[in-house]
């Protein structure tokens, strides 16, 4: 298994994007290709048309940095996407081996996270990996998500829960965005992990099963998370905006810590303190059984 099919569609993609007015090149006559040609692109890069052909075939083996940041620079890559070209090259050896995949696919939530989590009560917290696998969650997380807890099926997968369960239209306010953002992580991950069964297991269910995650997957759209306002539609308490950071653990596990706050005086901090009180009150299984049905509450 490798990685060339990804590193052609990647580089193919972006290259379709970019006109030759935009990279400062004279048209002339007819073309055939929406975006640039692959002539132009190693004319930019600096690198001969054979050579750029090359890469264009997904070989990236062995590529130096310099020639690298000359595609991006030629590509017009974001921070997001050059990293991900980086990460492409970085996969493009052989597979690691059977020690590093284990440790690769299956990272445990330290005592002390869990710790961590548990001791901010008043806001929603979870740990998650870069499959997006919710591993851990303190009371008010496992509240505020408590429709993705009450299916099984979801297996505590925030992209299984955003795409395959219907009440997630309602509850993300801005699905289609947050669908995208979650699309370009995975995206970012199957980039840095081209061998993780497990990753590559969730794509393939994702792609056959929702023709949307199916689109977007196909547009070979990178995304990373970084501090957000969060709009979210809870069945119990109705219209929530949120503040949303993600820390990223200082190890090698690849696990995040996804905390939600409100700000003070807002009706949001007001929601949050009923959906507490109202998960400390029917405790975690019967929480996600209440919300299994939708509420007659307005947001």
Not at 41 to 58: F, K, M, N, P
Not at 77 to 95: F, I, K, N, S
Not at 222 to 246: A, I, S, W
């Amino acid at each position: 298994m490798d990685n060339r099919d990804v590193v052609s569609a990647f580089l193919r993609s972006r290259r379709d994007r970019i006109t030759p007015e935009q990279a400062g090149l004279p048209t002339y006559g007819q073309r055939r290709v929406p975006g640039l040609r692959r002539g132009e692109v190693a004319t930019l890069a600096g690198v001969s048309v054979e050579y750029y052909t090359r890469l264009e075939r997904g070989n990236l083996h062995g590529v130096s940095d310099s020639v690298l940041d000359a595609l991006a620079r030629a590509l017009r890559l974001d921070a997001t996407e050059r990293m991900y070209l980086y990460d492409l090259a970085r996969a493009a050896g052989p597979a690691p081996g059977g020690r590093a995949r284990q440790r690769e696919a299956r990272p445990t939530v330290r005592p002390s996270v869990a710790r961590i989590i548990e001791g901010m009560p008043e806001m929603p917290a979870y740990v998650m990996n870069n499959r997006l696998d919710t591993l851990a969650a303190n009371p008010l997380g496992r509240a505020l998500y408590s429709q993705m807890y009450a299916d099984p099926s979801c297996g505590a997968n925030v992209a299984r829960f955003a795409f395959l369960n219907p009440a997630a239209r309602r509850f993300y306010t801005d699905w289609e965005t947050m669908t995208r953002f979650a699309v370009g992580a995975l995206r970012i991950e199957a980039g840095k992990s081209p061998h993780d069964r497990d990753l590559s297991n969730l794509i393939g269910e994702l792609s056959t099963r929702s023709d949307t995650f199916r689109v977007m997957w196909g547009s070979h759209d990178v995304h990373v998370f970084r501090e957000t306002t969060k709009r979210l539609n809870h069945p119990l308490v109705g219209g929530l905006e949120l503040d949303q950071e993600t820390l990223s653990l200082p190890d090698e596990s690849g696990l995040s810590v996804v905390v939600y706050s409100a700000p003070p005086g807002t009706p949001a901090e007001d929601a949050l303190k009923l959906l507490g009180s109202w998960s400390a009150t029917t405790g975690p299984e019967q929480n996600a059984q209440s919300t299994s049905k939708p509420s007659t509450r307005q947001p």
